[in-house]
């Protein structure tokens, strides 16, 4: 657990973007860099990282155990812990601390093959995601006062999304069935995000590889049921997830035919709103989702 | 070994296969012992409503070692990897594992891999990545590259050729 940290000390973090938030997800991105600074942790960019491998573990999940422990390492190289706001990622990486750290021979193994790159994985590094680091290092305490612009009249509906949630076994940031840590944060920042049935839902995300149509149903429903309880916007942390939630939107609505309106936010993007982050800085003009209903609102 | 053994797994991988084949066998073992098919990962499992996924069955099957069944049938492809029957299983048996490693057994017997999953894997060999970086749109209709937005340059392996020889060797073991 990660130890409160005094209000003034700064917290170095390595930032691993992994591919989908770097390579499309700008937005979120975008956001992440602005707030980060903003709340006391600084963020250090490093070359040379990879895909985490867990797109890949339906493929070869050993090839996701030696990605991951590649990207560990490259990090522990610099003496760095690590914020991977992908959900997907912060899973990936997390199991392997988890499978390494009772595998002795399986990590030999892969500190070998990492010998190729001149890495080599100790495992030591602490893991990171946005909301862990924001409720548990940061502090309820310190966002509050950091707040400019609160989040009056806006009720948000959340999504943690699958990766961040489950197996508990392995090690997650938030509670497997109760998740809370997002919805005191918008609480402390003057907004409500209260339950909705269907909050544990998947998006259908990995599906999205082999039966698009599938995946799109799932996303489809959610948001149906999102719309119908009127809330004022839906946040992720997640760029997976995102994805499917904002710039599928409308093909997730023909799926479920249904007329869907849902504005979509990163929760750092919702966060950097109350914090007095100008709209442009937090990527909000790439959001593809309709953000009118919202900004009525907001 | 080329890009392409890898991708499409034109020739079956000894040595992959027997690792699988140790994964699957530790499973098999495993919830032979703790499942009493109480269903309640069918219950929650995500994929079950839309796409008739049944992982107690598939643990069923398991126990039965009717593993040649499994990797010919679709089914195993429909999991969305929520983890929510590992989660909620009174017993602690994580049938998305099971599902993880049939998939792999079916990819390293030189069973068709659906989807984008080779075109992900080659862009993964190539740079590091199973995307490379785009340019999106915008709410006005305009189109922005990361250069744009003023994001640093993107973090992808310095050298892709030591990159490849790494997980290339992992591969490629016997064991």
């Known amino acids: 657990m990660a130890e409160k940290k005094t209000k003034d000390q700064k917290i170095k973090l390595a930032l691993f973007p992994g591919c989908s938030m770097p390579t499309e997800q700008y937005g979120y991105e975008l ?12 963020l250090v960019d490093l070359q040379g990282f990879s895909c985490c491998g867990e797109p890949m573990k339906s493929v070869n999940a050993l090839m996701t155990l030696y990605l991951s422990a590649r990207n560990i390492a490259l990090a522990e190289k610099e003496g760095l812990d690590i914020l991977a706001p992908c959900a997907m990622c912060h899973l990936a990486l997390s199991d392997c601390m988890h499978v390494l750290g009772s595998d002795e021979s399986l990590k030999k193994r892969i500190n070998e093959k990492l010998g190729s790159e001149d890495l080599e994985y100790h495992g030591s590094a602490k893991l990171y995601h946005v909301v862990d680091l924001l409720y548990d290092v940061v502090g309820l305490e310190k966002i ?8 009056k009249d806006i009720s948000v509906a959340t999504h943690y999304g699958c990766h961040l949630l489950r197996p508990t076994v392995i090690g997650r940031p938030v509670d497997a069935e109760q998740p809370k840590k997002m919805e005191e944060i918008i609480k402390i920042c003057g907004g409500s995000a209260p339950f909705y049935p269907e909050k544990l839902d998947c998006c259908g995300g990995i599906v999205q590889f082999n039966l698009l ?6 996303t489809g429903q959610k948001l149906k049921a999102v719309k119908d309880a009127e809330f004022s916007c839906f946040v992720d942390v997640c760029p997976w997830c995102h994805k499917m939630f904002d710039a599928r939107q409308q093909k997730a609505a023909e799926t479920v035919a249904a007329k869907l309106d849902v504005p979509v936010l990163y929760f750092t993007q919702l966060l950097g709103l109350a ?3 100008d709209s442009k800085k937090l990527g909000l003009f790439l959001n593809q989702s309709p953000m009118q209903k919202f900004e009525e609102v907001f | ?6 991708t499409s797994m034109s020739s079956p991988q000894v040595g992959e296969r027997s690792e699988i084949n140790n994964r699957l066998k530790r499973l098999q073992e495993e919830v032979s012992e703790l499942c009493y098919q109480c269903g309640k990962c069918t219950a929650g499992c995500e994929a079950h409503k839309l796409l008739e996924l049944e992982p107690h069955k598939i643990i069923a099957l398991l126990k039965r070692g009717l593993v040649d069944e499994m990797l010919n049938s679709d089914i195993i492809w429909t999991c969305m990897s929520c983890f929510k029957c590992w989660q909620r299983c009174p017993q602690a048996v994580p049938p ?9 057994m079916a990819v390293a017997s030189g069973k068709e891999i659906p989807g984008s999953y080779t075109q992900m894997m080659q862009s993964l060999m190539s740079i590091g990545l199973v995307s490379d970086v785009q340019s999106v749109p915008t709410q006005d209709g305009k ?7 003023g994001l640093p340059p993107l973090s992808k392996p310095v050298d892709a050729q030591k990159f490849q020889a790494g997980f290339m060797a992992l591969a490629m073991e016997k064991v």
């Open chain 1, 31 to 42: 956001s992440v860099r602005e707030v980060m600074p903003l709340v006391g942790i600084e």
């Open chain 1, 275 to 277: 914090l007095g982050v």
């Open chain 2, 143 to 149: 189109t922005v590259s990361r250069d744009d937005l």
């Open chain 1, 144 to 151: 509050e006062e950091l707040v400019k612009k609160p989040l």
């Open chain 2, 96 to 104: 998305v594992s099971v599902l993880f490693t049939l998939k792999n």
């Open chain 1, 213 to 218: 149509e599938s995946a799109l149903t799932k």
């Open chain 2, 1 to 6: 070994m080329t890009i392409v053994d890898l």
